[in-house]
């Protein structure tokens, strides 16, 4: 089945700076690739997805970009604010499924 | 904005005993899910209802674990016998479309003692 790799677990930058938090996935099927952002103690929001038929999506400061050929993806984060701090899950959806597969998350400390 | 609403927000209950966890999904949402997230680890699939039946469920949902949509606004899951190793923060989601986002509940944070 599908499996997800994410990587750093944990990622610090200064204020201002970008952060870039990879994820890799085994099921070359797979065709959905969401985000999520989850503050301590809150929900995972969704904030930012993309799928198999584009290679890159943005949303103001936030980007994601696919390889389908390397099977990984990527969220890009410019001129990170401490806000920003949370963990960050990817996660992939197979075909034919309604599950998602989630990767183990990174812990983005944002220094100010 | 709608939300996915949970409740409780921390349930504790001793080995042995059913709970049953309460979610209200966004209004016109059809497709349902839970998963869990033990402390430190990758959220994980539990199951998908749709329709009024499971449409999946992973290897973790046993014959202890069962869902329910009770009425056309609430979505349970029922632990028919806790087990310490079901203590961890059990999310509700919904989504307006198979293959769409999903949306997540604020989560339940079971504790078994």
């Known amino acids: 089945g599908e499996n997800v790799e994410q990587h750093p677990s944990t990622l610090s930058v200064q204020e201002g700076d970008s952060a870039v938090i990879k994820c890799t996935y085994s099921d070359s099927a797979s065709n959905y690739f969401p985000w999520y952002k989850q503050e301590l103690g809150k929900r995972p929001q969704l904030i930012i997805d993309?799928?198999?038929?584009?290679g890159e999506k943005k949303d103001q400061r936030i980007a994601v970009t696919l390889n389908k050929t390397a099977k990984h993806f990527s969220l890009h984060i410019t001129e990170t604010q401490p806000e920003d701090s949370a963990v960050y899950f990817c996660?992939?959806?197979?075909?034919?499924?309604?599950?998602?597969?989630f990767g183990t998350g990174t812990r983005l400390k944002v220094l100010a | 904005e709608p939300e996915v609403t949970q409740t409780p927000s921390h349930q504790v209950t001793q080995m042995g005993q059913e709970v049953i966890l309460r979610c209200v999904p966004i209004s016109n949402h059809l497709y349902f899910y839970w998963y869990r997230q033990i402390l430190g680890q990758k959220v994980e699939f539990l199951v998908s209802f749709y329709n009024n039946e499971i449409s999946e469920k992973s290897e973790i949902f046993d014959d202890q674990f069962s869902v329910e949509r009770p009425d056309g606004s609430n979505f349970t899951l029922k632990i028919r016998s806790t087990k310490l190793e079901d203590s961890a923060m059990y999310f509700c989601?919904?989504?307006?479309?198979?293959?769409?986002?999903?949306?997540f509940g604020p989560g339940t944070r079971l504790t078994v003692t």
């Open positions: 993309i799928r198999s038929n584009v």
């Open positions: 996660a992939a959806l197979p075909p034919g499924t309604y599950k998602y597969i």
């Open positions: 989601a919904s989504s307006q479309k198979m293959y769409y986002e999903q949306y």
